[in-house]
């Protein structure tokens, strides 16, 4: 019995137990379209207590409640919103019975099936609403343990973490499932959810399901890089195949357990087994991890690097150390900027969205937000403004507000891990901020100012600033989420105070030793070709430690000098950033820096390429613009579409093919061609066929999932497709009903259990039955390119950009 789970974590490896839905389909237990958690309110409850009975006898420690799809959207599903805390409290019960106490109850939570905006519609808010009815049930019921599983959308994972933390304070094992190129379906990495969960205070991290034990052990050991929080293996056995119309997982325990020791190597402390997985797993795993135990843990062989660690959903940047310096983009802020300030009062994004990729593009690593302006909403303008960010750029974002409300709405919206921008000693404001950088998991900068101003000295500074640090750590901030700005101040009002804050940051390398960080353009405000003081001024700092500069990435003099001195100071390893930016094949970045946008504007740029550019980025503001602007000028309405709208969804593609752009992205892109495709459709004669075939898409019956089909409906109307959506658990009659009905070209099919994708053969085989002249397409987590063809499917698509695509090349031969 495990008596202090946080307390063992450091000292042993614990085994938690196997899959409970897989074994009850394999075992017949689940007709089509049941829930299992519905097995909680009524007699079969003794099924599921068959199985932990089974997984405590073959050595679990931890068993799971049978909770995973208990929320109230899943349950709406079904009939069983209000039976929500019987189903939830009726599972944990049932494990505390069968054990006697003996084990420690997970309390499974998983995904709803619905994204959080800006992807989604759900809000953050009503996410962590919809997770704490359920935890609340877990709580009242004893659950020791609450466990985030299969999450594919870093916000939604954010939210449940929250959600358990706001009502107690019991352990949390929070896990994502990722694809075979470590990535989830929108685009997060293992670091990237690794660094956000370790901030937010997850006890436990790792991935379950997803890419079998070898693949599992690759995403671990890249977490491993980054946190020294204790982590879990949670692996499938391997990617289900279909034999003879039954459902087989190729993994062994043997697969397993040969594993084991070098998952303790990297600091794996849980271990488990997800889909495919029986008692003869968990027997086999409790051997192992005997010996193991036995022998005591290995000392971990993968260290977290050092440094303060930022995210957006899809990338990470390490600040300090010997990382090499980061690049805060300062021009995301209205101080002397009228456009902006007119742009913010009429709740225009142009300028942000703009700005942002210009600085990107001009070597930014983190890009800094401030829309705070007299007289307008800071809360609307700071969420309108991360969401254009977002949109565009990649790299982490630094939270730019002296308003604490503000503060907390930019911290709820953005999916990752920010940098709160900024805090000071000034007690009133510390007290505001604190509790929120804690809540959100966000890295922090500190001022070195308190109550009575900016201090004189370098010293005083140090311990200014050091006094805030202990602050946050004694809160609960994590010590790596910390860095300093010792204060630039203009030396045309002094000059010697560039040299205090130089003599800072040489005394904090020899103290704390904290990453730094410093607005830079400061010190030579009044001052005639401020270029040149603060390139200076940044080789003084860069010299004495300084980390990340808050600069204009799109000053070249003062980026030459930054690169130079990192080449110069060895932290740029064989020189490789300096010669990618300045040797003669790299592409000279400053020709391809973004025009203004807008018709009013200079460009060199055809009002095509402006269009193109503008679906390709994503820019929804002058889409209607361009298409009004084509066909005042003749451009016919075929003609924009085939020239300029389809190809620039292909290059949308391809940068989704290669990992440069993701879901999110390719959403503004498809609302972007939406937007201007709708336009020019209303200057076609109705005879026009530009809106292409027609599709019917549904989930297969038995199965609830419809997260994939529902991206690949959206892409395919904003494509110009017209789509009839069935929605999910359709009936195979139902399916061919409406085909006959609505004369389609296309039934797209889906599936995501191993139990249901065999109805996509029958409905395929009753389509032909009755000589309906469609072509069929399917696709799924289990959904593979060898069973596709196996059941005479035309078109198989592994993600919806590709299913877009290949209806495309089909129309194109047929």
Do not use: W
Request: glycine letters at 8%; aromatic letters at 6%; proline letters at 4%.
């Amino acid at each position: 019995m495990i008596n202090d789970f946080r307390t063992e974590l450091k000292n042993r490896l614990i085994l938690s137990d196997g899959a409970m839905g897989t074994m009850l389909q394999l075992k017949n237990l689940i007709p089509k379209g049941l829930l299992p958690e519905s097995f909680n309110i009524s007699e079969k409850i003794r099924y599921i207590k068959d199985i932990h009975r089974d997984y405590v006898n073959a050595g679990s420690e931890i068993i799971v409640a049978n909770t995973f799809g208990a929320n109230k959207i899943k349950l709406a599903e079904y009939g069983l919103a209000d039976k929500l805390y019987e189903v939830n409290f009726n599972a944990v019960k049932s494990v505390k019975e069968i054990s006697g106490g003996a084990v420690l109850v997970a309390m499974s939570i998983g995904p709803t099936g619905k994204f959080i905006y800006p992807v989604g519609d759900m809000t953050f808010k009503e996410s962590i609403e919809i997770y704490k009815e359920q935890i609340r049930a877990g709580i009242d019921a004893g659950a020791d343990i609450f466990q985030l599983e299969t999450m594919i959308d870093l916000q939604e994972i954010r939210s449940a973490v929250i959600a358990v933390k706001e009502l107690c304070d019991k352990p949390i094992i929070a896990m994502m499932t990722f694809d075979d190129t470590f990535r989830t379906i929108l685009g997060t990495t293992p670091e990237v959810f690794a660094i956000t969960a370790d901030s937010l205070g997850a006890d436990v991290i790792g991935a379950n399901c997803s890419v079998g034990p070898a693949g599992i052990y690759e995403v671990l050991k890249k977490m491993a890089s980054v946190t020294e929080v204790p982590l879990i293996s949670k692996p499938n056995a391997g990617i289900p195949k279909l034999v003879g119309g039954n459902t087989v997982f190729p993994g062994k325990p043997e697969d397993f357990v040969s594993s084991v020791s070098e998952l303790a190597l990297i600091g794996v402390r849980v271990i488990s087994a997800c889909c495919g997985s029986d008692k003869s797993f968990i027997k086999a795993l409790r051997s192992e991890i005997d010996k193991i135990n036995k022998n005591g843990l290995p000392e971990k062989g993968i260290k977290r690097e050092n440094g303060l660690f930022l995210t957006s959903r899809t990338d990470f940047v390490p600040c300090g150390y010997n990382h090499p310096p980061v690049i805060i983009g300062e021009r995301i802020n209205p101080t002397g900027k009228k456009a902006f300030i007119e742009e913010l009062k009429n709740g225009k994004t142009n300028y942000i969205r703009k700005t942002a990729l210009r600085q990107v593009e001009a070597g930014a690593n983190v890009l800094d937000i401030n829309v705070g302006v007299p007289g307008t909403d800071e809360i609307n303008s700071m969420k309108k403004g991360i969401v254009a960010i977002t949109s565009v750029a990649h790299i982490p974002v630094s939270i730019d507000s002296s308003d604490p409300s503000v503060l907390e709405e930019a911290l709820m919206l953005y999916s990752g891990k920010p940098l709160v921008n900024s805090i000071s000693g000034e007690e009133k404001k510390l007290m505001k901020v604190m509790p929120l950088i804690k809540k959100y998991g966000a890295g922090v900068l500190i001022l070195a100012l308190d109550d009575e101003g900016i201090p004189e000295t370098a010293e005083k500074r140090l311990k200014t600033a050091y006094r805030v640090y202990q602050k946050l750590v004694d809160f609960g901030v994590k010590p790596y989420d910390i860095m300093i700005d010792f204060l630039t101040l203009p030396i045309s009002a002094g000059q010697e105070k560039s040299l205090i804050t130089i003599e800072a940051l040489a005394k904090n390398k020899t103290s704390l030793n904290l990453p730094t960080v410093l607005g830079v353009s400061n010190v030579s405000f009044g001052l005639p070709k401020r270029s040149y003081i603060n390139s200076s001024f940044l080789s003084l700092c860069l010299k004495e430690g300084l980390s990340v500069s808050i600069i204009n990435p799109e000053d070249d003099y003062l980026m030459a000098n930054l690169y130079a001195m990192s080449a110069l100071l060895g932290k740029d390893y064989l020189c490789k950033n300096y010669i990618n930016r300045y040797s003669n094949e790299a592409k000279d970045y400053a020709e391809n820096k973004n025009k203004e946008k807008g018709l009013d504007s200079a460009s060199d740029k055809s009002v095509g390429e402006l269009l193109y550019d503008a679906v390709v980025h994503g820019e929804n503001e002058y889409v209607e613009q361009y298409a009004e602007k084509l066909l005042a000028d003749g451009e016919l309405p075929l003609n924009i579409g085939s020239k300029y709208l389809i190809p620039a969804l292909e290059e949308v593609g391809k940068l989704f093919d290669k990992n440069i752009y993701f879901l999110p992205q390719v959403m503004e892109s498809a609302e972007a061609m939406k937007k201007a495709f709708n336009r020019i459709k209303r200057e076609l004669p109705k005879t026009d066929a530009l809106a292409g075939p027609k599709i019917l898409m549904a989930t297969v019956e038995g199965d609830v999932h419809d997260i994939g089909k529902n991206i690949v409906t959206m892409l395919l109307e904003n494509n110009g497709y017209q789509v009839i959506d069935l929605g999910r658990n359709v009936k195979t009659e139902r399916i061919i009903d409406e085909a006959v009905k609505n004369k389609v070209d296309f039934v797209g099919l889906s599936a995501l259990m191993t139990t249901t994708v065999i109805e996509m053969e029958r409905v395929i085989i009753e389509l032909k039955k009755h000589d309906l002249r469609v072509f069929s397409m399917v696709g799924g987590a289990v959904v593979t390119e060898d069973y596709a063809r196996s059941i005479n499917a035309d078109i198989y698509a592994k993600n919806a950009m590709e299913a877009v695509e290949k209806i495309r090349q089909f129309i194109a031969v047929s």
